[in-house]
């Protein structure tokens, strides 16, 4: 073969596998702490809201007008009760659950998502080492039992999570005490250990009275444990409150000891307002607690997509406010709560259920302006097409949420068992990488800018930057322009370095640019520098 179709063969191969980015060292960490104090719940001003179009660089010997970074909370549940999601059994082996594991964030890094919601205390049990609740029998098949080798599955999950770039949540049950899926009730369950507060429904499961100070001291103890302790970005309740009704065949919720009590003390509330009232005050409290332990961890919310019948008009359905007596209107009202994900599980042109019209509704509640990022159905919505109208739900959020966009996907079984899903998504709406939205509301550090340095070596070029000035990272974006045109890359925090071809499309790199971008999704400041 003629030797320069070598070379240029050579080149080529070079300049693809060169984009790659490698990691140098290893980011400061978070502080597991900070000082308490009292929260306020302020109103995001206009003025409050981040900017990321056109930012000059401070050095005044190059002013770069950058492109816009996409904002968009994509997230997944993934869910380990029933062994749902993963593990997958319960009885896989530590490396068998860690390699399950890593194929599943590595599906959501390679599709484009920024954030994973584990499930890691599906019924009063740990997917994690706790010292107030006994490990999941949906772990290792026996309550109690811990891995064996042993490790810390959160622990895991949180590292890998944050080597790909994606936001680990964890996802707790906070009232469900034994699932019928959970096995035997034995003396390491809850039920067994608090029966005082745990009542049993006529589908065999167990429930904490939500109206006990016991019940509701415990879940607070277990919360500011796992924010405590563990290096999370946000902490997750679902739409179990008080149970669904067909959990007890109908009948009425046996609290009887709790509403008596609460009566006898001289209370006036009717019983279903007094429920709603127990679980009221818990949502706040648990919001206040986790801002006294670490400001920048977010708290969501996934309530039942439905308030009540007739909000809007036309919509029919359950009513979480009258059956789960979860009054989740105010707690987005009063803004107890970082993100709120109503379920719209719902298609697009469902009558009675009506997605677009539920998202406006919600939105017009969200008085305090946090973040709503709707759930979507993604493994089981009842169309024919089920890609085609994720990605018009997706477009339809976009349009109605305008630059505070996201939503979060029942469940990452809709992609594992759907590669038409995957590339739906891989090649539409979530072609390019996005940053969260930022997250005003919540305290961050200022950001200095990192210093950025350039070196060739052939066609490649490498990017080195410091962190002396820079802060807590949890990720950088990197700005690469070739000719007129702009690449932008998202990498995690660990990543110091960045090898990049010199030429690309028949285009030569002419600039790069660096900033980070903090847990709360605020930007620093960056630096840009000519490549020559």
Known sequence: MNKNIIRGLLAVFLSVLLIACGSSRKPVSRPKSQPKKVYTSPVIKKSQAPA????????????????????????????????????????????????????????????????????????????YKSEHEPWSYFLTGETGKKPSPFYDPLEFWIEEAHKRGLELHVWLNPFRAHHTNGGKVTAESMVKKSPENVVRLKNGMYWFDPASDKTQNHVSKVVKDIVRRYDIDGLHFDD????????????????????????????????????????????????REIKQEKNYVKFGISPFGIWKPGYPAGIKGSSQYDELYADAKLWLNQGWVDYFTPQLYWPVNSSGQNFTALLKWWQGENTKKRHLWPGLNTIEVKVADRPSEIRQQIAIS???????????????????KSPAMVDALKNGPYKEPALIPATPWLESK?????????????????????TKKTGEAFLWVIYLRYGDQWEKKILSAENLQCFVPKQQDGRTLNLAAVRAADHNGNLSPYEALKVN
């Open 52 to 127: 990321v179009k056109k930012e000059e660089s401070q050095d005044e010997n190059l002013k770069v007008s950058l492109p816009e970074i996409p904002r968009e909370f994509r997230g997944a549940w993934i869910a380990s009760v029933a062994n749902i999601n993963w593990p997958s059994r319960k009885d896989l082996t530590t490396e068998q659950q860690k390699a399950e594991a890593l194929k599943l964030l590595d599906l959501l890094k390679d599709t484009h998502f920024n954030a994973v919601i584990l499930q890691v205390r599906p019924s009063a049990d740990a997917l």
């Open 398 to 416: 976009r349009d109605v949420l305008k630059d505070d966009a996201g939503e979060v996907h029942w469940s990452i079984a809709g992609l594992t």
């Open 240 to 287: 179990y409150f008080y149970p669904y009704a067909t959990y007890n065949q109908g009948a009425d919720f046996p609290d009887y000891a709790t509403w008596s009590e609460y009566q006898k003390s001289g209370g006036n509330l009717s019983r279903a307002d007094w429920r709603r009232a127990n679980v009221n005050k818990f949502i706040e409290r648990i919001y």
């Open 446 to 466: 200022p950001m200095g800018r990192p210093k950025l340095s350039v070196s060739r070596s052939g066609n490649t070029i490498q990017l080195n930057w410091e």
